[in-house]
């Protein structure tokens, strides 16, 4: 019997990497890099408007205003910090979407800084507490997406936040159910049959197989795509594919967020 009948699949985007127009129109959600690591008011504006053409859920995706490493290294932020960049690049996104007419309905943070929230408790503590300030204020919903299993996610839930846990198609797992760090080999998957199995175990069994071996429980509402990956587009057939003959439909978790 299916875990599920239906999961989100989700894609960073606006980062520049020119796999966009062919990866939305595949993903039921997207993730849009706010200016910081990646992207500009130009690419955060191209992305909403492919969102909007293909009904896929906006989110915006705040991370470190590290260009040169694609905000993939740590950097030391204090929790306030961390609050203010996520909430003031959200905004940012909020201004852009309204200008065309759209919704930005959830965040999820980028790289290291999605890392270090998901571990840190403090960071967790004043992201979420930013996000839900942020909503009274706005009287918007922004939902939270964060790793399954982690500080951050469990925080977001107790304050109130509507959250949704993400897995990973093309990350792979340790054995307490994070991801590997990309600095290890077979850190990134990059074979389809293998990414698309990921998918499909997370969706219909609620696990994942670590890099040991073990199976590890993830409860996931949404699987992620890196958009970045020149193979991202092609992974995404191939997991919708293999999501519909197990019987899983592939449906936005955040549109009545």
Request: hydrophobic share 50%; with cysteine.
């Amino acid at each position: 019997m299916n875990r599920r009948s239906s999961i989100d699949l989700n894609a960073d985007v606006g980062e520049g990497c020119g796999f966009d127009a062919e990866l939305v129109p595949l993903v039921s959600s997207v993730n849009i890099a706010c200016g910081a690591h990646a992207g500009d008011l130009d690419t955060m504006r191209l992305a909403v408007a492919l969102a909007l053409r293909h009904g896929a859920a906006i989110g915006a995706h705040p991370g470190f205003a590290d260009r040169e490493h694609f905000g993939r290294r740590e950097i030391a932020v204090s929790p306030a910090g961390a609050a203010a960049l996520v909430v003031e690049q959200a905004r940012l996104l909020q201004k852009v979407a309204a200008g065309l007419g759209a919704r930005v309905g959830h965040v999820k943070l980028h790289g290291a800084l999605y890392n270090m929230a998901a571990a840190d408790r403090s960071l967790a503590t004043a992201v979420v507490e930013a996000l839900a300030e942020a909503n009274r204020q706005s009287g918007s919903q922004l939902a939270l997406v964060a790793l399954a299993g982690s500080e951050l996610l469990a925080i977001g839930r107790a304050r109130g936040l509507a959250v949704a846990g993400e897995a990973f198609a093309d990350r792979s797992y340790r054995s307490g159910g994070k991801l590997a760090p990309r600095s290890e080999p077979g850190a990134v998957i990059a074979d389809e049959d293998a990414a698309a199995r990921q998918a499909v175990r997370i969706a219909r069994e609620g696990v994942v197989q670590a890099a040991d071996g073990t199976d590890v429980p993830v409860d996931a509402d949404t699987i992620c795509l890196h958009g970045d990956s020149p193979s991202a587009a092609r992974f995404a057939r191939r997991i919708r594919l293999e999501l519909a003959a197990a019987g899983i439909a592939v449906r936005s978790a955040y549109m009545d967020a």
